[in-house]
């Protein structure tokens, strides 16, 4: 008589060592498809030819161990900043830390606050700084006076309705402007607050400083094609520590810099169509008749001064399929509503 298969009690999760499901070879955690030799070696598929070359056995695929693997899932270390990811598989965990959007910044007073970019904004502009939060739009210029007491300035991006509808909004993009002595100038700098910024998804950023001269009206502009990433871990960036605009001090009216700042939301990347596959000319083709390569885009340079300054024992949770809540849906809850100040020129 068939026995009923036994399951430990009230077992949810099961612990052991994540070696076992690292590559054999490379360290590096498996990911499917995944081989094994005669030897019980686990390799990906990238250390698959070397390692058969080094145990001298046969590697064979091991479906097996492609099910564990895709079975074998973790949760998100950024959680309490209020990642909502679930159970990510093992093997996606890195990659998914590199580009959560959740992963805390500091501040730029350098206090010890470390948090997400919506704890920052709340931070900021709560008792423990009173900062206002200044609202900008993508694309349009922004002119203020900035006063040198204060020495770093928060900005928040304003998105479309469509991008607030695909969810955008609670994710806003949050831009630090410094303001910081550097021998007879101002160094003025403008970095995006984050610590997703080399996630292939993430957005990127052009900006434009600018500063008049309050007498001749004369200018001193500088552009940045990308703007720089910082989780601002240290505080806010120390002065020719990112690419800035010096102001000299004659541009200055009274302690305060009348700057202009442009920021421009890049488009992302269109996907590069794959070619089609080249197909010889024959021998006998004139070498003036064959297609000469298409020459390099040539880039102008235009210099504005001043001149730009050069760019500077793991234990692994599993959890069994009756009981992962990963696929569920869970309400998001809504974030903490700050105040924000437009200033508008």
């Not at 965990?93 to 910044?105: G, T, V």
């Not at 007879?184 to 610590?195: E, I, L, N, Y």
């Not at 806010?236 to 010096?246: C, E, I, K, Q």
């Amino acid at each position: 008589m068939p026995t009923e298969p036994q399951h430990a009690v009230a077992a949810r999760m099961l612990y052991f060592p994540a070696e076992l499901l690292d590559c054999h070879a490379c360290r590096h955690p498996l990911k499917p498809p995944i081989y094994k030799c005669e030897a019980e070696h686990r390799v990906c598929s990238t250390c698959r030819v070397l390692h058969g070359e080094a145990c001298s056995s046969a590697l064979v695929h091991s479906q097996m161990a492609d099910e564990f693997a895709a079975a074998a899932r973790v949760p998100c270390g950024y959680e309490r900043y209020g990642c909502e990811a679930g159970g990510i598989a093992y093997h996606l965990a890195a990659e998914h830390r590199s580009s959560c959007p959740h992963a805390p910044c500091g501040c730029p007073e350098g206090c010890g606050f470390v948090g997400s970019r919506q704890m920052l904004l709340n931070h900021v502009s709560g008792p423990d700084h009173s900062r206002p939060i200044i609202d900008i739009r993508y694309g349009q210029e922004w002119k203020h006076s900035l006063p040198l007491s204060r020495r770093w300035y928060l900005l928040l991006g304003e998105e479309t309705q469509a991008a607030v509808a695909a969810g955008a909004d609670r994710h806003r993009n949050v831009f630090l402007v410094s303001l910081g002595e550097r021998g007879d100038t101002t160094a003025v700098s403008v970095v995006c607050v984050r610590a997703d910024g080399g996630a292939p998804e993430a957005a990127q950023f052009s900006c434009r400083l600018a500063v008049e001269h309050p007498g001749d009206g004369t200018k001193v502009i500088f552009e940045s094609p990308l703007v720089t990433s910082s989780s601002l871990s240290g505080g806010a960036p120390a002065p020719g520590g990112v690419r800035s605009l010096p102001v000299p001090n004659e541009y200055l009216s009274g302690d305060s810099i009348p700057l202009s700042i442009h920021i421009h939301k890049l488009e992302p990347p269109a996907a590069v169509p794959i070619p089609p596959t080249a197909v010889p000319l024959p021998p006998t083709t004139p070498a003036a008749a064959r297609p000469s390569p298409r020459p390099a885009a040539a880039t102008v340079t235009v210099a504005t001064p001043p001149p730009r300054p050069v760019p500077a024992t793991v234990t692994l949770a599993l959890q069994s399929p009756a009981t992962d809540h990963s696929n569920k849906k869970r309400k998001a809850a809504n974030p903490r509503k700050f105040s924000t100040t437009a200033i508008r020129s």
